[in-house]
C-alpha cells in the first residue's frame, strides 16, 4: 500500500527564518514522483516543488528546495526566508506509475510577522 | 502553464436538489480528471478519477449514484450531486493531469456546496 505521512499538524516560523517540513511515504515502486502542494486560505492548491525518484540532485524553486532521501523514503521541504503569503497547509503528495496522487494529512504552517 | 477552471466556486442549494459542478482543463487536454472532498482541516480525500470517454472510477465507499461524473471530452468534466443533504456539505475540488505527460496535477480553485 502506498502511504504518505505528515507527523506534524502545525507548525510556525519567525518572518525571514528558515523552516523544514517532513514527509515520509511508503512504497514498492522505484519510479515515482513526489510533490509538495500549498493550499492557502483561498484554498487554491498550488504547487510548490517537485520531485523524480530517479535524480539524485535534491529539486529546489527560489526559497524552496527538498531533501530527498530515497532509501530513507524521506522527503522534507525547507523554505528559506520565511514570507507572510508562505501562511498555508502544506501537503505532501506521492505519485506512482499510474497517475494516481496520494496526499499526506497536511502540515498548517503560520509564518509570524 | 496548464489552467484548470472550476465553476460555480460557491453554491447554496435545498436539500433534495441536485448540483452540477463543472471542471474545465483552459489549455491542455485532459484525459484524466480526478474528484477530490476537502472537509475542514483535512486532507483531500479521492472520491473518484475521470476518463475522458468512460465511466468514472468510484472510490470504495463512494456512492456512484448520488456523485455522478461525466467526462464528454477532453476538457470538461461534471460531478453532479444528485438529492443533495445537508451532509453532502463541503468543499469539492478537481484536478486534471495533462496528456503530454508532465506528470504534475493542476487543480481547479474548488467549490464550496452547502446544502440547507
Known amino acids: 500500500a502506498q502511504t504518505v505521512t505528515q507527523s506534524q499538524p502545525e507548525m510556525s516560523v519567525q518572518e525571514a527564518e528558515t523552516v523544514t517540513l517532513s514527509c515520509t511515504y511508503d512504497t514498492s515502486e522505484n519510479n515515482y514522483y513526489l510533490f509538495w502542494y500549498k493550499q492557502p486560505p483561498s484554498r487554491q492548491m498550488i504547487l510548490v516543488i517537485r520531485?523524480?525518484?530517479?535524480?539524485?540532485q535534491n529539486a529546489t524553486e527560489n526559497r524552496f528546495s527538498v531533501n530527498f532521501q530515497k532509501a530513507a523514503k524521506s522527503f522534507s521541504l525547507k523554505i528559506s526566508d520565511s514570507q507572510l503569503g508562505d501562511t498555508a497547509m502544506y501537503f505532501c503528495a506521492f505519485m506512482p506509475a499510474g497517475n494516481q496522487f496520494y496526499f499526506g494529512t497536511g502540515t498548517s504552517l503560520t509564518v509570524i510577522p | 502553464g496548464a489552467v484548470v477552471s472550476q465553476h460555480p466556486s460557491w453554491v447554496i442549494c435545498k436539500s433534495g436538489t441536485s448540483v452540477k459542478i463543472e471542471c474545465r482543463s483552459l489549455d491542455f487536454q485532459a484525459t484524466t480528471m480526478f474528484w477530490y472532498r476537502q472537509f475542514p482541516k483535512q486532507s483531500l480525500m479521492l472520491m473518484a478519477t475521470s476518463n475522458e470517454g468512460s465511466k468514472a472510477t468510484y472510490e470504495q465507499g463512494v456512492e456512484k449514484d448520488k456523485f455522478l461524473i461525466n467526462h464528454a471530452s477532453l476538457t470538461l468534466s461534471t460531478l453532479t450531486v444528485t438529492s443533495a443533504h445537508p451532509e453532502d456539505s463541503s468543499f469539492y475540488i478537481c484536478?486534471?493531469?495533462?496528456?503530454?505527460?508532465?506528470?504534475?496535477?493542476?487543480f481547479g480553485a474548488g467549490s464550496r456546496l452547502t446544502v440547507l
Open positions: 520531485q523524480e525518484a530517479y535524480k539524485q
Open positions: 484536478s486534471a493531469s495533462s496528456s503530454s505527460g508532465a506528470n504534475v496535477l493542476t
